[in-house]
């Protein structure tokens, strides 16, 4: 019987995880955990510190867990504040699950990567799926470090882990703190709010981006996938559109036209610059079927009708 863990499960994307998890395999087969508590019913729930592995061997005993979907991490701009702490959360919990799944107690692992691997070593446009990667952001060391030990975990000992490099994540559940791409979610809050954004990215800065039910698709088709369509075992490019705040702002302009933009770029700035405008994702269309649903302009409309009920 599938007993699914997911770490970090109250972050941006493994809220919407863990609903469409329960949705998928019934609601006891999937326990959350994280540091903390959310305020929605979360039930099965337990706190997890990630770097507490005796917690975790009790946990993943306790319930019988045959998958973890690892999503416990802090992201790129929150990383830069404390790189050491960033380092130590993002790795460790990762290698002490990889050993649960090496000595067979876990079948199936998920680690998320990301698009902050790559760097200015990398094609900005199109960017393959093998390039050199030299990220310039300790979150993007770390991923690149996790996607390594990933390929070395399945190359040596059999474990069957997978991994997709997220792109940009937009969502209406949640306003996600500590990533360079956040202003993708924040500008719809502000201006359905206030008409008004103030946008920390220069506005010609493209990057690739993915609306949150794609995400989870993928990562869930991912997971579904026959171990020998999956040739991969670093890490899947992954993307569905790229666009500039500008481009976003024009889509979003439609509904409100009225609305102003501003653009005030911060440190954020100088990690978006180094990561690629657009991204290869034939491979894992390819090997496991992958297709988004969504564009720009269909992803805009849904994030409006469904952000204005909040207000």
Same mark, same amino acid.
Request: proline share 5%; net charge negative; charged share 25%.
């Given at each position: 019987?599938?007993?699914?863990?997911?770490?970090?499960?109250?972050?941006?994307?493994?809220?919407?995880?863990? !609903?469409?998890?329960?949705?998928? @395999?019934?609601?006891?087969?999937?326990?959350?955990?994280?540091?903390?508590?959310?305020?929605?019913?979360?039930?099965?729930?337990?706190?997890?510190?990630?770097?507490?592995?005796?917690?975790?061997?009790?946990?993943?005993?306790?319930?019988?867990?045959?998958?973890?979907?690892?999503?416990?991490?802090?992201?790129?701009?929150?990383?830069?504040?404390?790189?050491?702490?960033?380092?130590?959360?993002?790795?460790?919990?990762?290698?002490?699950?990889?050993?649960?799944?090496?000595?067979?107690?876990?079948?199936?692992?998920?680690?998320?990567?990301?698009? !902050?691997?790559?760097?200015?070593?990398?094609?900005?446009?199109?960017?393959?799926?093998?390039?050199?990667?030299?990220?310039? &952001?300790?979150?993007?060391? $770390?991923?690149? &470090?996790?996607?390594?030990?990933?390929? /070395? /975990?399945?190359?040596?000992?059999?474990?069957?882990?997978?991994?997709?490099?997220?792109?940009?994540?937009?969502?209406?559940?949640?306003?996600?703190?500590?990533?360079?791409?956040? /202003?993708?979610?924040?500008?719809?809050?502000?201006?359905?709010?206030?008409?008004? @954004?103030?946008?920390?990215?220069?506005? #010609?800065?493209?990057?690739?981006?993915?609306?949150?039910?794609?995400?989870? #698709?993928?990562?869930?088709?991912?997971?579904?996938? #026959?171990?020998? !369509?999956?040739?991969?075992?670093?890490?899947?490019?992954? $993307?569905?559109?790229?666009?500039?705040?500008?481009?976003?702002?024009?889509?979003?302009?439609?509904?409100?036209?009225? $609305?102003?933009?501003?653009?005030?770029?911060?440190?954020?700035?100088?990690?978006?610059?180094?990561?690629?405008?657009?991204?290869?994702?034939?491979?894992?269309?390819?090997?496991?079927?992958?297709?988004?649903?969504?564009?720009? !302009?269909?992803?805009?409309?849904?994030?409006?009708?469904?952000?204005?009920?909040?207000?």
């Amino acid at each position: 019987m599938r007993r699914i863990l997911v770490t970090g499960a109250n972050g941006q994307i493994g809220k919407v995880l863990v !609903a469409e998890l329960r949705r998928v @395999y019934g609601r006891d087969s999937v326990l959350a955990t994280d540091i903390k508590k959310s305020a929605e019913n979360n039930e099965p729930y337990e706190f997890l510190d990630i770097l507490n592995e005796n917690r975790l061997y009790e946990i993943v005993h306790d319930h019988k867990i045959t998958e973890i979907y690892h999503l416990a991490a802090i992201l790129s701009a929150h990383g830069e504040w404390n790189p050491l702490k960033t380092w130590n959360i993002n790795l460790n919990g990762l290698l002490t699950i990889l050993e649960l799944a090496k000595k067979k107690d876990i079948q199936k692992v998920f680690f998320p990567s990301t698009i !902050a691997v790559f760097g200015k070593t990398t094609p900005q446009v199109n960017t393959p799926q093998d390039v050199p990667l030299l990220p310039e &952001t300790v979150y993007g060391m $770390s991923k690149v &470090t996790g996607e390594l030990w990933c390929n /070395y /975990y399945h190359k040596k000992y059999g474990v069957d882990v997978r991994s997709v490099r997220y792109p940009g994540i937009i969502g209406y559940q949640s306003i996600p703190h500590g990533g360079t791409t956040d /202003y993708a979610v924040e500008i719809f809050h502000e201006i359905i709010k206030n008409n008004v @954004y103030t946008c920390f990215l220069d506005g #010609d800065t493209r990057l690739p981006m993915m609306y949150m039910p794609d995400a989870v #698709d993928a990562t869930i088709k991912l997971m579904q996938a #026959d171990a020998a !369509a999956i040739q991969t075992r670093s890490s899947y490019n992954l $993307s569905a559109m790229s666009f500039s705040p500008r481009e976003l702002f024009t889509e979003i302009k439609k509904y409100f036209p009225e $609305s102003e933009i501003a653009y005030d770029p911060d440190f954020r700035q100088e990690i978006a610059a180094a990561w690629s405008e657009s991204i290869d994702d034939s491979r894992a269309h390819k090997e496991w079927k992958w297709k988004p649903s969504y564009d720009l !302009a269909r992803m805009t409309q849904d994030m409006i009708e469904n952000i204005k009920k909040l207000y």
